[in-house]
């Protein structure tokens, strides 16, 4: 019999399982459905790399390499919650916690030097960056709004700010020797494996020697491999402009990167930006700063902790101070904390980060807590147009309207860890002039790049398969839908092209009569996608791995005010279901708001969906018509929960996470028993039905009793369960209604 797998992951996302899962449990136990829970957190991936150092009570099972494994069979059915995608500044403050909870834990190897910091180096680097997505994404994305999702928001519509004709706000992007300048692709004709090769120029130190950077890539037949990079000299001439632009136009200066997914290609492009707005502190203590292990890749929020063991720490110091005050304003993440956008590199993620600020009127919170016109800098410009059109467009027609406005669902190209995203161990900072080679089994070189110290270079793949199953998937919802689809390919990228000729020749194995498909590069497409919205129509958008994000993000965040409430199913490929719950781009700040006050804001309507998506794949492959019933049920509950306004609140005194989910559970219970399909299933939740409501005020009074005051849940990426359950579980009259399914 299949059952259901439910991920532990971190943050908000984590605390909110502490509540919703016990009576997710209860549910399905009543109704015969296995759940199970796989803890695929930072923490527990940490953990899973070093079990000769632990005692036997500490080690716990690698459950992210066991749901790759299920991800393959057709009775995969996991439940996946948004997890860290850990930059190094995260994963050192993990194992700093994990030591002080009494894990023996090697620190995070800088600069190995040895064979075991090598070893070492080598074990932290797998849980770094999108370590999870590409093991569980055995498919390609569907995401979209449910019906129940837009028709809130068109009749409760969100704030919008008011978008000025003369806004200063534009996106500011390199026009070559990036990423998407210098890219070449190619489709294998066959089965081969392939080796990236640094040969230094004949001109240098070592000229002519070749160094092995990656060998034994398997690629199959028809996989387009791409390779890529980007100039360190190209782009610090490039935000050295940028920083003057901003200083001269006003307007607060922004880097807007994804340095948690792009793991190691974006924290060093984040270190150019920290260093090109503090040019003059680098060009006196740069070296300095250097010797004592600070890196601008780790942000200033990391140079400014680490100076108080500096001999003349407090001198550079006053030089970065002085660096905030002479040049040009810096969009803040934390305004009153005095948290600039150069911080942290983790603290503003692009597909985040463009739509907050397109959403509230073009604009960022600068030093004084006021919203001010920004320059947002991207420095690749593969996708940095896409932000351009929906500012221009804003500009010249105002803010959209949510009340009127359509939607964009997404097909994302993703599967077996397609196009960037599956970068990550084949991009490297080049330390030397020379080549970067892509070579086959026969040695014949396949892409060739000149490099000069500090590039950026990658490769990524793309498997067939993967883009015989996308095209397949962007038909069938076209067709199911009767909506526009749109493939977001660029005939002048080079990858763009060999998708677009695969696109072609893969359409013409379906049938596509009556269905409007269109191939447009992304800004042309963003336009034409906004000007359907303004006209309340909706248009798909399929796309590659990174736009995938950026769109579930963008449009989302500006029709329903939130990413989270997207239901997003991946249709794994060999028949198996993954359903994932959103995006936790703002779990962090809801953790350190309960921390301080016994309030967590975090939104559960994602883990709504994907519950009841997750019921009806499994009713589907087990013929379990209670788990149908059930996913029915939960359907109908999660609309009056939207109809009856129960999503958490901003503010203390009103309902939070722990409330949003007492509701659910109430109505999804009134649900069950009202039913008539089983009897048996009606009359087990009917005594619970009415317990809950005739114990409403108790169990909201006893909830809204907690808040105000600090919670203690033992950790934050490890919390201690007791204590996290303690919290998170606050009214005893819940949860004894909660009992008497058992």
């Known amino acids: ?31 015969g459905v296995e759940v199970e829970t796989r803890d695929i957190s930072l923490a527990a991936r940490v953990l899973a790399q070093f079990p000769d150092r632990l005692t036997g009570e500490q080690r716990v099972d690698d459950a992210l390499a066991e749901l790759g494994e299920l991800a393959t069979q057709p009775e995969a ?64 994305s569907d995401r979209r709004a449910p019906a129940s999702v837009k028709n809130y928001a068109k009749s409760h519509p969100h704030s919008m700010g008011a978008w000025s004709s003369d806004s200063k706000t534009n996106v500011a992007t390199m026009d070559q020797d990036d990423f998407f300048s210098n890219e070449q692709s190619v489709v294998l004709d066959a089965d081969d494996t392939l080796a990236i090769v640094h040969v230094a120029s004949a001109g240098s130190d070592g000229g002519g020697e070749e160094t092995l950077l990656k060998e034994g890539l398997k690629v199959l037949e028809g996989e387009v491999v791409d390779a890529t990079l980007m100039s360190a000299a190209a782009l610090d001439e490039f935000l050295e402009a940028q920083v003057a632009r901003a200083q001269a136009e006003g307007v607060l200066f922004s880097a807007h990167l994804k340095a948690t997914m792009m793991k190691v290609s974006d924290p060093i492009i984040f270190g150019h930006v920290v260093r090109a707005y503090f040019a003059d502190v680098f ?74 600020m397109i959403r509230t009127s073009g604009q960022m919170w600068n030093a ?38 359509g939607s964009v669902p997404n097909v994302g190209l993703m599967a077996k860890a397609a196009e960037e995203y599956g970068s990550h161990d084949k991009t490297f900072e080049i330390p030397s002039a020379g080549k970067v080679e892509v070579r086959n089994a026969a040695g014949d070189v396949l892409m060739s790049h000149d490099v000069q110290p500090g ?39 080079a990858h763009d092209a060999n998708l677009i000729a695969l696109v072609t020749e893969y359409l013409k194995e379906h049938d596509t009569d009556g269905l409007s498909l269109e191939v447009m590069a992304p800004a042309e497409a963003t336009t034409f996608s906004l000007e359907r919205i303004r006209r309340g129509e909706d248009t798909i958008s399929v796309t590659g791995n990174v736009l995938r994000d950026y769109n579930t993000d963008l449009f989302p965040i500006l029709e329903l005010g939130t990413s989270a409430k997207m239901l997003s199913i991946v249709p794994l490929m060999n028949g198996g279901g993954l359903f994932e719950t959103g995006a936790g781009g703002s779990a962090p700040k809801h953790v350190q708001q309960l921390v301080k006050e016994d309030y967590l804001r975090w939104d559960s309507l994602g883990e709504f969906f994907a519950l009841a998506a997750s019921l009806e794949h499994l009713a589907g492959y087990d013929d379990n018509q209670r788990a149908k019933l059930l996913g029915d049920a939960l359907d109908r509950a999660t609309e009056t929960f939207l109809n009856e306004d129960r999503s958490p609140g901003r503010k203390l005194g009103t309902t939070d996470n722990r409330g949003s989910h007492f ?34 005020q108790t169990i909201v009074d006893e909830l809204l009793a907690v808040q105000g005051k600090p919670a203690d849940i033992g950790g934050y990426f490890r919390p201690d369960p007791e204590k996290a359950a303690a919290v998170m579980r606050p009214s005893a009259t819940f949860n004894e209604a909660l009992a008497t399914l058992g």
Not at 325 to 333: D, K, N, Q, W
């Open 77 to 140: 059915n996991i439940i996946k919650l948004p997890n860290i995608s850990a930059s190094i500044s995260q994963l050192k403050a993990t194992i700093a916690e994990l030591q002080s909870q009494g894990y023996d834990l090697p620190a995070y190897p800088e600069n190995p030097q040895t064979d075991e910091e090598r070893e070492t180096r080598a074990r932290y680097d797998k849980v770094k960056g999108s370590a999870v997505n590409p093991v569980l994404r055995e498919g390609n």
């Open 368 to 405: 004084a807590g006021e919203q001010q016109d920004t320059l947002a800098v991207i420095p690749d410009s593969s996708y940095a147009g896409i932000y351009q059109a929906t500012i221009d467009d804003c500009r010249a027609h105002g803010a959209l309207d949510p009340a009127t406005m």
């Open 663 to 696: 509701y659910l559970a109430l109505y999804w219970a009134e649900e069950l028993a009202k039913q008539t399909e089983d009897a048996q299933l009606a009359g087990a939740f009917a005594a619970l039905a009415t317990t809950l409501r005739d114990s409403e």
């Open 283 to 356: 060009a006196q203590y740069g070296e300095q700063l250097a010797a004592a292990g600070l890196s601008a890749n780790d942000g200033l929020g990391g140079i400014l902790a680490g100076l108080d063991s500096v001999d003349n720490g407090a001198e550079i110091k006053a030089a970065f101070e002085a660096g905030l005050t002479s040049g040009p304003a810096l969009a803040m993440v934390d305004s009153d904390k005095g948290i600039t956008n150069l911080h942290v590199p983790s603290d503003v993620i692009i597909d985040a980060s463009m739509p907050a």
């Open 1 to 31: 019999m299949a059952k259901i797998i439910y991920t532990h992951t971190d943050e908000a996302p984590l605390l909110a399982t502490y509540s919703f899962l016990p009576i997710i449990a209860a549910y399905a136990k009543t109704a």
């Open 455 to 493: 590039d950026i270079w990658r490769a990524c793949q793309t498997k067939d398969a993967s883009i015989r199953d996308w095209v397949k998937l962007a038909v069938t919802r076209a067709r199911a839908s009767e909506t526009p689809a749109v493939f977001w390919l660029d005939e002048t990228r």
